[in-house]
C-alpha cells in the first residue's frame, strides 16, 4: 500500500507512538509533519532524518496542543491535511480529591480538545482535496476506566465519543474519523510512570512492568510503535474506506477481559 501524495499531520510526534507512527508513514510514502510543544534543533532534525532515510518530505513545526489557536495554526502552517493523526498526549496520576486542576485543564486540553481544534482547521483542507482520514490515538483508557487516572479517561473516551461525531458528519464524503485504542506501550509517558510505582509498591521494575502495567494486558507483551503505525496505515487504505466511527483495539487483549 502507497500513502503517495499523500500528507500526514502528526500531533506530538517527536517521541513515542507519534515519532513511530510518523516513521511508518514515510516508510509508505506519506509526507509527514512532525509536531510538538518545543522547537529545537534536534525536533527538526527528526524530520531531516525521515526524509533522507524514507524519500519523502518531512517537516516539523512547533505549536503547543494546550493551545486552541496553536492547534489551528499547526493545520494552516502544514499547508495540506489529508491525514490527522491526534496523538499529542500526556498523564497525571492521583486520587480524584488530590488531583491538581492544572494537570486536569492540561490533560482536557491536549488529550481532547487540541483533536477538536486541529479536526476543526483539517477537515475543510480534506473536503477540498476529495479524501481525508482522521485517527484519533485513544487508549484501552478510552473503553475502560482505572483508578487515579481521572482526566485521562475522562478525556480518552472523550475522544472516542468525538470520533463517532467526526464520523457520522463526514459519513457521506470520502473521509473517515476513527480512534486506535492502544494497550500499553513502551514509550517515555509509560517509562515515566515506572520509578513512581516501583516506591509506591516497593516492586522491583520487572514486577512493576508485569504485575502493575501488564496486569490487564493478556498477551503480557507491550504493543509496539509500528504496530500502532501499520494500523494507522490500514485505516489510510483503500481495504478501510468504510470503516469509519470505530475502535481498534491494539491491547493484547486487555478489553476483552
Ligand atoms: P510520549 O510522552 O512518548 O509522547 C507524547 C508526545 O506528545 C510527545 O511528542 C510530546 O512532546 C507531545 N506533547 C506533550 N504535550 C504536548 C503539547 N502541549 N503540545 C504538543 N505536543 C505535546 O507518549 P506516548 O506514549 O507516545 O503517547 C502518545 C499518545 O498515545 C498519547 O495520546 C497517549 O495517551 C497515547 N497512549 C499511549 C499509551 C502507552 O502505553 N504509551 C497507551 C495508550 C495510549
Given at each position: 500500500?502507497?500513502?503517495?501524495?499523500?500528507?500526514?499531520?502528526?500531533?506530538?510526534?517527536?517521541?513515542?507512538?507519534?515519532?513511530?507512527?510518523?516513521?511508518?508513514?514515510?516508510?509508505?510514502?506519506?509526507?509527514?509533519?512532525?509536531?510538538?510543544?518545543?522547537?529545537?534543533?534536534?525536533?527538526?532534525?527528526?524530520?531531516?532524518?525521515?526524509?533522507?532515510?524514507?524519500?519523502?518530505?518531512?517537516?516539523?513545526?512547533?505549536?503547543?496542543?494546550?493551545?486552541?489557536?496553536?492547534?489551528?495554526?499547526?493545520?494552516?502552517?502544514?499547508?495540506?491535511?489529508?491525514?490527522?493523526?491526534?496523538?499529542?498526549?500526556?498523564?497525571?496520576?492521583?486520587?480524584?480529591?488530590?488531583?491538581?486542576?492544572?494537570?486536569?485543564?492540561?490533560?482536557?486540553?491536549?488529550?481532547?480538545?487540541?483533536?477538536?481544534?486541529?479536526?476543526?482547521?483539517?477537515?475543510?483542507?480534506?473536503?477540498?482535496?476529495g479524501w481525508g482520514r482522521v485517527v484519533n490515538i485513544a487508549s484501552a483508557?478510552?473503553?475502560?476506566?482505572?483508578?487515579?487516572?481521572?482526566?485521562?479517561?475522562?478525556?480518552?473516551?472523550?475522544?472516542?465519543?468525538?470520533?463517532?461525531?467526526?464520523?457520522?458528519?463526514?459519513?457521506?464524503?470520502?473521509?473517515?474519523?476513527?480512534?486506535?485504542c492502544p494497550g500499553y506501550v513502551l514509550t517515555p509517558l509509560v517509562e515515566?510512570?515506572?520509578?513512581?510505582?516501583?516506591?509506591?509498591?516497593?516492586?522491583?521494575?520487572?514486577?512493576?512492568?508485569?504485575?502493575?502495567?501488564?496486569?490487564?494486558?493478556?498477551?503480557?507483551?507491550?504493543?509496539?510503535?509500528?504496530?500502532?503505525?501499520?494500523?494507522?496505515?490500514?485505516?489510510?487504505?483503500?481495504?478501510?474506506?468504510?470503516?469509519?466511527?470505530?475502535?481498534?483495539?491494539?491491547?493484547?487483549?486487555?478489553?476483552?477481559?
Amino acid at each position: 500500500m502507497s500513502l503517495s501524495g499523500k500528507t500526514a499531520v502528526i500531533t506530538g510526534s517527536n517521541s513515542g507512538i507519534g515519532l513511530g507512527i510518523a516513521r511508518e508513514m514515510a516508510k509508505a510514502g506519506a509526507d509527514v509533519v512532525l509536531n510538538s510543544y518545543s522547537d529545537r534543533d534536534e525536533d527538526h532534525a527528526l524530520a531531516a532524518d525521515i526524509a533522507s532515510e524514507f524519500g519523502v518530505n518531512a517537516r516539523y513545526i512547533g505549536a503547543d496542543m494546550s493551545k486552541a489557536d496553536d492547534c489551528r495554526r499547526l493545520i494552516t502552517d502544514a499547508g495540506t491535511c489529508d491525514i490527522l493523526i491526534n496523538n499529542a498526549g500526556i498523564q497525571h496520576v492521583a486520587p480524584i480529591d488530590e488531583f491538581p486542576t492544572a494537570k486536569w485543564d492540561a490533560i482536557i486540553a491536549i488529550n481532547m480538545s487540541s483533536a477538536f481544534h486541529t479536526t476543526a482547521a483539517a477537515l475543510p483542507m480534506m473536503r477540498d482535496a476529495g479524501w481525508g482520514r482522521v485517527v484519533n490515538i485513544a487508549s484501552a483508557h478510552g473503553l475502560t476506566a482505572s483508578p487515579f487516572k481521572s482526566a485521562y479517561v475522562a478525556a480518552k473516551h472523550g475522544i472516542v465519543g468525538m470520533t463517532k461525531v467526526v464520523a457520522l458528519e463526514t459519513a457521506q464524503e470520502p473521509i473517515t474519523a476513527n480512534a486506535i485504542c492502544p494497550g500499553y506501550v513502551l514509550t517515555p509517558l509509560v517509562e515515566a510512570q515506572i520509578p513512581n510505582t516501583m516506591k509506591e509498591y516497593d516492586m522491583s521494575r520487572e514486577d512493576v512492568v508485569k504485575n502493575v502495567l501488564l496486569k490487564r494486558q493478556p498477551s503480557k507483551e507491550f504493543a509496539t510503535v509500528e504496530q500502532l503505525g501499520g494500523t494507522v496505515n490500514f485505516l489510510c487504505s483503500d481495504a478501510a474506506a468504510q470503516i469509519t466511527g470505530t475502535t481498534i483495539s491494539v491491547d493484547g487483549g486487555w478489553t476483552a477481559l
